[in-house]
């Protein structure tokens, strides 16, 4: 499995990027992908997931309403389109597969606990 995350970079308070990952390797057909993110040797934080089975969307509270995750089935490429950004949104942000979501309730916790794997980061920094 190859996931290969890009798009980061420095943004202004307030300001907008779009995180893409390139997902390749696998062939189940109902997987969740999604990322999560990482500052220093701090824990990961889970910011959004997408389920391919249903479309469901999830993500973290902090950033609801500013963040939007899609994919384009085509090009086998997931997007975080990140808004209204802040310096606290800051952070190491990584594209992540849980390749066995299973049935039943899904959620983001569930996402961190059940990832099978992960790419390379990409480095957002949200600063003036």
């Known amino acids: 499995v190859q996931l290969q995350a890009s798009g980061g970079g420095l943004v202004q308070p307030g300001g907008s990027v779009r995180l893409s990952c390139v997902a390749s390797?696998?062939?189940?057909?109902?997987?969740?992908i999604g990322w999560f993110r990482q500052v220093a040797d701090s824990e990961r934080v889970g910011v959004s997931c997408l389920s391919s089975k249903d479309g469901a969307t999830y993500y973290t509270d902090s950033v609801k309403g500013r963040f939007t995750i899609s994919k384009d089935n085509a090009n086998n490429t997931v997007y975080l389109q990140m808004n209204s950004l802040k310096p606290e949104d800051t952070a190491v942000y990584y594209c992540a597969i849980d390749l066995n979501p299973g049935s039943g309730s899904y959620s983001l916790s569930r996402f961190m606990g059940g990832m099978d794997w992960w790419g390379t980061g990409t480095l957002v920094t949200v600063s003036s």
């Open positions: 390797g696998f062939t189940r057909d109902q997987v969740v």
